[in-house]
């Protein structure tokens, strides 16, 4: 690869990742996602069986997350939803349920 090329891509991806980072809205949008069974902002409906997680400490959810992802706790959904992630996602993701009381 020619270094004039390379420096452009290492550039671009420099200001893609900055980018992201920078979007105060990161961790809300990704968490928009649960809200199909966890109910907006992680309040569940009462009675639906699903767990609430508006509050749930950090590192409880992210254990909860990493079972999923690695396959330890069995699921019928959450296994693929968990793998579609970064961990540094799902760490905004728990963070942002966690702040939610």
């Given amino acids: 690869m020619k270094p004039l090329t390379l420096a452009a891509l290492l550039g671009l991806a420099a200001v ?6 920078a979007d105060p809205n990161l961790a809300r949008n990704l968490a928009a996602t649960c809200a199909n069974c ?8 009462e009675g639906a069986g699903l767990d609430p997680l508006a509050g749930l400490d950090k590192a409880k959810i992210l ?4 079972d999923f ?5 069995p699921a019928t959904i959450m296994h ?5 992630y970064t961990d540094e996602q799902l760490d905004l993701i728990a963070g942002y349920y966690a702040a939610q009381k």
Avoid at 80 to 84: C, E, N, S, V, W
Wanted: charged share 20%; aromatic share 0%.
């Fill in 63 to 66: 254990q909860k997350l990493a």
């Fill in 80 to 84: 693929q939803i968990a793998k579609g």
């Fill in 69 to 73: 992802k690695s396959g330890v706790k």
């Fill in 38 to 45: 966890h109910g907006t902002n992680g309040r569940a409906v």
């Fill in 16 to 21: 893609a990742g900055t980018a992201q980072a």
